[in-house]
């Protein structure tokens, strides 16, 4: 049976924000992020929860016109916040939420159900909003990582390519706090599982480290090289930096372009493998290519002409 993969809209980068400060939501789009995650769990303290809600709703609906994504991160199911919080936020220009310490695939599969639920009774488009990733924050989400992503087909984006970094919930789950190498064996399995589960839009890990770019910079090279494509910030100087190395290059483009034009000349000649600067290359090669001019159309860089190719399912 031919795999399924899960589009959506490409995002390169993703900035959290505390739900409970109305003016750093205003103000954060100008940092340039594809999208914002307004932050309902750990950014607020269990007290001001309610008034975060209201404020995050409020977000909402001021920036929904903008051509950036809006997610909100939501409590956890049994922490008696998660009704609240959605019946609160599940209003026009709500693109996803991102369920807190997820362990078990009922969570979203339950979670799915109530979008539903709410989308329904508020005329909103049913399916239209995402789960944002799985909060594989504990070594039994973790390990249950496919499973998880196979109970909702809004769950687009997942990952953590190079695996859990120090100072989190995940590598404190796995003994890793310490360590700053070690994760990227952990961050190979997520990838697999993601995209076993039709997942494209893989994520990569983010630092908690708010005054390293260096570090920053690093990590994002290195979870794209572990197939990731896009990445979460919790602090605005980070977003250039994720945004640069999520972006294909102009170089990249360009030989993208020149594939899919050379191969094209070849489907109209009958064939369906050619030779390129001395590589072979079949539909898995314009594949490649089309993501990379689909990454950069996102990104608001100009491809050029590109002639239509009809590609085989897989």
């Known amino acids: 049976m031919p795999q399924t993969f899960r589009d959506a809209r490409c995002y390169r980068s993703m900035l959290f924000v505390p739900g409970d400060k109305l003016d750093w939501m205003l103000k954060a ?6 999208a914002l995650m307004f932050d309902l769990e750990d950014a607020v303290e269990v007290t001001r929860k309610p008034a975060a809600r209201n404020a995050v709703a409020t977000a909402i609906k001021e920036l929904r016109t903008g051509s950036f994504g809006r997610f909100v991160r939501v409590n956890g199911w049994r922490t008696g916040h998660l009704l609240d919080d959605l019946n609160a936020i599940v209003i026009e ?3 996803g939420v991102a369920l807190a310490k997820v362990e078990d695939p009922e969570d979203i599969a339950a979670l799915d159900r109530v979008l539903g639920e709410l989308e329904r009774a508020r005329g909103l488009p049913v399916g239209g909003i995402e789960i944002c990733g799985a909060g594989a924050e ?3 989400a973790m390990y249950r990582l496919y499973d998880i992503c196979m109970a909702s087909q809004r769950i687009k984006r997942a990952g953590a390519a190079c695996g859990p970094t120090p100072g989190g919930d995940a590598a404190l789950s796995l003994g890793l706090n310490n ?3 070690e994760g990227i064996y952990f961050g190979a399995h997520f990838v ?3 995209r076993a589960a ?4 893989i994520e990569g890990s983010m630092t908690g480290q708010l005054d390293d770019l260096d570090l920053v910079r690093r990590l994002a090279e290195k979870s794209k090289r572990m197939g990731a494509t896009w990445a979460m910030a919790i602090h605005p100087s980070h977003i250039p930096i994720i945004n640069e190395v999520f972006s294909p290059s102009q170089a990249e483009v ?3 372009r020149e594939i899919i034009s050379a191969f094209a000349e070849g489907v109209a000649r009958g064939v369906g493998a050619i030779r390129y600067k001395s590589k072979l290359l079949d539909y898995a090669n314009v594949r490649a290519a089309m993501n990379v001019l689909k990454t950069a159309r996102a990104a608001g860089m100009d491809v050029g002409i590109v002639p239509n190719i009809e590609i085989p399912a897989y």
């Open 29 to 34: 789009p100008k940092y340039g992020a594809d």
């Open 93 to 95: 220009g709500l693109d």
């Open 138 to 140: 504990t070594a039994v």
């Open 179 to 181: 360590a700053t190498e």
């Open 192 to 194: 697999l599982q993601a």
């Open 198 to 201: 039709g997942i494209v839009h």
């Open 254 to 256: 360009n030989e993208a």
